[in-house]
């Protein structure tokens, strides 16, 4: 029985870290329109290369397209490790 309690407890410390990571992601990524993530891109990217890479990012790690930023880390924002 004990066992079972820790096991319970356990899964609800996961699905609290999971629920305030996506929440601290959310708060620190607002969407941005294509238009205001261009902006924010280096000079010199091709718009048509770094929106099919927004696009890619966004599906591959299932992130809101809208909340995939130039500078989004993917280890320290998105989580993928």
Not at 8 to 33: K, N, Q, Y
Not at 38 to 50: E, M, S, T
Request: glycine share 4%; proline share 6%; charged share 25%.
């Amino acid at each position: 029985m004990t066992l079972l309690c820790f096991a319970a407890v356990g899964l609800a410390v996961l699905v609290c870290a999971a629920w305030l990571r996506e929440r601290s992601f959310r708060e620190r990524f607002p969407p941005i329109s294509d238009a205001e993530f261009l902006a924010r891109c280096r000079p010199g990217v091709d718009p048509v290369v770094a929106l099919r890479v927004r696009r890619i990012v966004a599906a591959h790690f299932a992130v809101e397209y809208e909340r995939v930023y130039p500078s989004t880390c993917f280890v320290e924002d998105i989580g993928a490790d």
